[in-house]
């Protein structure tokens, strides 16, 4: 099972900016997907999650702003984020809790696509 995300880049603050995190292999089922985020010499943090049925939780500091979404179909976790900030500057992983084969739960990340905000 790979994850496998894209869309990282340098943004102006103020515009626009989507990520894709796309899940491959060997799945049952996926159960939550998210988005985390780690700045320079700051520990990982969660950005955004949502469950399989679409229920979704925001960090405070991104609510109003982020919007995450998945396409079951394509076991694809997306996250817009409008008018981005320079403090959103960070490498974003997503995350994926996936069910094998065998009936357990794994615990799933990407490689980390750089995000960074210009001001």
């Known amino acids: 099972v790979q994850l496998q995300a894209s869309g990282g880049g340098l943004v102006q603050a103020g515009g626009s900016l989507r990520l894709s995190c796309a899940a491959s292999?060997?799945?049952?089922?996926?159960?939550?997907m998210g988005w985390y985020r780690q700045a320079p010499g700051k520990q990982r943090d969660v950005v955004a999650t949502i469950t399989s049925s679409g229920s979704t939780r925001y960090a405070d500091s991104v609510k109003g702003r982020f919007t995450i979404s998945r396409d079951n179909a394509k076991n694809t976790v997306y996250l817009q984020m409008n008018s981005p900030q320079p403090e959103d500057t960070a490498v974003y992983y997503c995350?994926?809790?996936?069910?094998?084969?065998?009936?357990?739960?794994?615990?799933?990340w990407g490689q980390g696509t750089q995000v960074t905000v210009s001001s």
């Open positions: 995350n994926a809790k996936i069910v094998r084969e065998w009936g357990l739960s794994v615990n799933y």
């Open positions: 292999g060997n799945i049952f089922s996926i159960n939550s």
